[in-house]
Nanobody, 125 residues
C-alpha cells in the first residue's frame, strides 16, 4: 500500500488545517490508519488512529477535543481535521496503515505496516 499525506502548511495559532492520507489501493478499507508526528531531534509521537470501518478512533491526550480523524473508504482516504492549532503542534505529520483491526495497540508505531511520506505543519504564535 502506498500512502500519500497532504494538506500541511503554515497557519497561525488558533487556526485549522485538514490533512489527507490517500492510498493507492482499493483494499485500503481493510487497514486501520494512524497519524503520527515528529519534530526533528525528538521521538515520533502518536496523534490519532481509526479502525477499518471507522467504528473506533483514538487520540493522544494532547489533541483530544481539537483533532478529529475520519475516513472515506470510497475515496481510499483518511482525514485529520486539526482545529485550535497550537505552536507545539508544529511537526512533520505522517500517516500509516496497519492490518490490525482493533484499536488496541494502534498507538504504537510498530503496529503499522506501511508509512507515507510526511507533510509539514507549522503553527506560528
Amino acid at each position: 500500500v502506498q500512502l500519500q499525506a497532504s494538506g500541511g502548511g503554515l497557519v497561525q495559532a488558533g487556526g485549522s488545517l485538514r490533512l489527507s492520507c490517500a492510498a493507492s489501493e482499493r483494499t485500503f478499507s481493510g487497514y486501520s490508519v494512524g497519524w503520527f508526528r515528529q519534530v526533528p531531534g525528538e521521538a515520533r509521537e502518536f496523534v490519532s488512529t481509526i479502525t477499518r470501518s471507522g467504528g473506533s478512533t483514538d487520540y493522544a491526550n494532547s489533541v483530544k477535543g481539537r483533532f478529529t480523524i475520519s475516513r472515506d473508504n470510497t475515496k481510499n482516504t483518511v482525514y485529520l481535521q486539526m482545529n485550535s492549532l497550537k505552536p507545539n503542534d508544529t511537526a512533520v505529520y505522517y500517516c500509516a496503515a496497519s492490518r490490525r483491526f482493533s484499536v488496541a495497540g494502534l498507538k504504537s508505531g510498530g503496529a503499522y505496516d506501511y508509512w507515507g511520506q510526511g507533510t509539514q505543519v507549522t503553527v506560528s504564535s
